[in-house]
């Protein structure tokens, strides 16, 4: 079974640009959710969607947004990027209620210069 | 809101020996979830182990164990026979119910394994 794939690994935005992430969870996984990893915060929760629906959303500005598709694809977005907006963002699918952990892709590292 | 503390930021160990990470938490939950996972330097997040908290004996997956006191809050994870493969960064996670996914994750601690 194939795991949970990013793309892309590597992006390099100016401010004030805006980006798009996408992550392919692994088959039949419903669930998707987003964290931000940075050395000074470590790592943070985004949001998670579930069947099309934002289940839950964390502590991040409206910058930050997400949609989740029929084949369970997620898109992460990040408008008027910032530089403090660089970091590591990773994906993870499940499929509670069956599965309590979560698997995750390999992340796409975001610079804003 | 839920909280994990691992208050060592970097261990080492001798390759083939034993070494025990930290993991506090704190939640007024009764139900959850405890997890460790691995990040390498590829960056990929690897499960460890999990540990329900409704399941009072400790997990155990081959040479990784975990001490889990619920009423002391705790979740350490142990490594016996430490190969150099296992040095990474290790995060503790809490997850609160079976549905959500939103996990909290400790700072990390990280694991270096000398020759």
């Known amino acids: 079974k194939a795991g949970v794939t990013q793309t892309p690994r590597y992006l390099i935005k100016t401010r004030g640009q805006q980006v798009t992430l996408s992550c392919s969870p692994i088959s039949g996984h419903r669930s998707v959710s987003w964290y931000q990893q940075t050395p000074g915060q470590g790592l943070q929760f985004l949001f998670e969607?579930?069947?099309?629906?934002?289940?839950n959303k964390g502590n991040f500005p409206g910058r930050f947004s997400g949609r989740q598709f029929s084949n369970s694809r997620s898109e992460m977005n990040v408008s008027t990027l910032e530089l403090g907006d660089s970091a590591l963002y990773l994906c993870?699918?499940?499929?509670?209620?069956?599965?309590?952990?979560?698997?995750f892709g390999q992340g796409t590292r975001l610079t804003v210069v | 809101a839920q909280t994990v503390t691992q208050s060592q930021p970097e261990m080492s160990v001798q390759e083939a020996e034993t070494v025990t990470l930290s993991c506090t938490y704190d939640?007024?939950?009764?139900?959850?979830?405890l997890f460790w996972y691995k990040q390498p330097p590829s960056r990929q997040m690897i499960l460890v182990i999990r540990q329900e908290a409704y399941k009072q004996q400790n997990a155990t997956e081959n040479r990784f164990s975990v001490n889990f006191q619920k009423a002391a809050k705790s979740f350490s994870l142990k490594i016996s026979d430490s190969q150099l493969g296992d040095a990474a960064m290790y995060f503790c996670?809490?997850?609160?119910?079976?549905?959500?996914?939103?996990?909290?994750f400790g700072p990390g601690t990280r694991l270096s394994v000398l020759p």
């Open positions: 939640t007024s939950e009764s139900d959850y979830y």
């Open positions: 996670a809490y997850r609160t119910d079976n549905y959500g996914q939103n996990f909290v």
């Open positions: 993870a699918s499940s499929n509670p209620p069956g599965t309590t952990e979560a698997f």
């Open positions: 969607y579930f069947s099309e629906t934002q289940r």
